[in-house]
Each structure stands twice: as C-alpha cells, then as structure tokens.
C-alpha cells in the first residue's frame, strides 16, 4: 500500500506520538492524541517502512513551507503561487491537494512547534542526507520564490539546516544552486536554452558548484555528484513520495543544461 492509501486508511499511528502524526491528523480531520510520547524510540528508532519516511516527507514539506512563508508576518503571493506549482507539479489528485493546503496552513498556525516537527523528520530520515537535502532545496524554492530571502526567512532556515546537521557553508552553497537553477528551469514543460552570455555562465558554474578555474575532470566529478544526489530513482527508494519524482527529474535536466553549457564554452561538446 502506497503512503497515501495508509493515510486515507488511517494507518499512521507510528507518527500519532508525534508531532508529524499530529499535523497530519489534523490535516486530514482525525483526532489524535497530542498527549502521547513524541517520539517513540521503538517505532521511529528501528528502519521502519517506506511508506512512513514518504508520508514524513510530505506532511514536513508542506507545513514547514507554510511557517517559513510565514516568518516574516505576510505570506506573499508568490509564495502561496509556488506551494500551488509544487502540487500541480506532483500531479495530486484532489484529496491530496487539499492535504497539502492544510499542511501548509497547519504550518502558519500560531504554537507551530517547528524543532520538534523538524527533528521527527530528521529521524524519519534515518540520515539519508540527500533526501533531506532535496528537502532543503525546496524549502529554499519556497522562501525565494518572491524573488528575495528576507532575514527573517534567513534566519529560520539557516535554524533548519542545523538542526538536520548541514552547516552554514551548505546553507550558502544550495542558496547558489537554488538561485542558478532558476535560470535553467522549464516553465510550463518549455524549456529555453540560456542565452550564451556572461551571465548564464556564471550561473551553470555556480549550480555545479566550481569555480570558473576548475579544471574539466573537477567539473565531470561535481556534475556526476550532482546527478547521483538528485537521482529520481535513488530518492525515491530512500523515500521521497513518488509524487515528487517530476520535481527530481527537473533537478536533473537542470543540472545537466548548466553542464552542458559549460562544456559547450570550453568546446569539449556535450556529455
């Protein structure tokens, strides 16, 4: 059974003690008991199933975008547009989209405990740093998608990255990715090949992550660590919902335009 069957099911009681079970509940209008231990060292310490980690990961992406997008007091109206071109993204059908909406709106509630929901999917995560990564990556899509990261917004998700153990110099480095992919993203399915200028090819070296100077063999090495991490079928089977495999592959033909640029400027030609 897929994530979603268990939780239409109501078969999430290995979160009711937590705060992700909590969030999800009301979400989807059960009562829980919010009294219980919030992390159950027997359910959520072992491996546990795949379906749990998918259903940890959506529950946190969507509740965590909507307190990011509240941090500095107004929720924009692009950032309310991204949450939307994220489910239109995943394709939800309309039962998982109206989950998603009340995630998000569970997130901008007042007493949101944002540590504890935090640390639950850390541990739901059981230390697959890509996956909490890609994780990462769209909380800082959210919190720019108004064009600037205020620092209010700053501040809670550099909070974020520490609390699931990246450091300030990962928060730096994927704000650059976030900020170059941008360039080198579809939009509506129609992808433009950046224009040859300058300026986009700064932007392809800094989505891989290498300075211009890099040599060819230190540019293929990223580019190849770039597309392990953000490998669909990888993610996935670490759980990632199967809903977001779209917005993995767009990571992918992203990073794989801003190599290809690169190569085309040094005239090693494509991959």
């Given amino acids: ?59 946190a992406t969507f509740s965590i975008m909507g307190h990011i997008a509240k941090a500095d007091g107004h929720v924009s109206k692009s950032e309310i547009a991204f949450a939307e071109a994220v489910m239109r993204q995943m394709e939800l059908n309309p039962e998982q989209r109206k989950l998603a909406i009340n995630l998000f709106n569970e997130g901008k509630r007042d007493g949101f405990d944002l540590d504890a ?5 850390r541990v739901e995560c059981h230390r697959r740093r890509t996956l909490m990564q890609m994780f990462l990556e769209i909380q800082l899509q959210a919190a720019m998608a108004d064009g600037a990261l205020d620092a209010a917004e700053e501040q809670m998700l550099l909070h974020i990255f ?19 992919a941008e360039h ?14 300058a300026t986009s090819l700064n932007q392809a070296y800094q989505l891989l992550g290498v300075d211009r100077n890099a040599s060819d ?12 991490q953000h490998h669909p079928d990888k993610l996935v089977a670490k759980g ?3 809903e977001m495999v779209k917005m993995a592959n767009e990571k992918v033909q992203e990073i794989r335009a801003a190599y290809d640029q690169i190569r085309a400027s040094r005239g090693t030609g494509k991959a």
């Avoid at 929901?117 to 999917?121: G, K, L």
């Avoid at 540019?219 to 597309?227: G, H, P, Q, S």
């Fill in 1 to 59: 059974m897929s994530w979603w069957g268990k939780a239409l099911g109501g078969a999430f009681g290995f979160m009711a003690g937590g705060p992700l079970g909590a969030l999800l509940g009301a979400a989807l209008g059960h009562q829980l008991d919010r009294g219980m231990t919030a992390l159950n060292e027997g359910l959520l310490g072992s491996d546990g199933d795949h379906e749990r980690t998918q259903m940890a990961f959506f529950t």
């Fill in 217 to 228: 063999a230190e540019i293929k090495r990223a580019y190849r660590r770039l597309m392990n």
């Fill in 117 to 121: 929901v935090v640390e639950q999917f």
């Fill in 162 to 180: 520490s609390r699931l153990g990246f450091s300030r110099a990962m928060f730096e480095r994927l704000v650059a990715m976030v900020r170059a």
């Fill in 184 to 197: 080198f993203s579809s939009h509506g399915g129609r992808r433009q090949a950046p224009p040859p200028s």
């Fill in 240 to 242: 990632l919902p199967e």
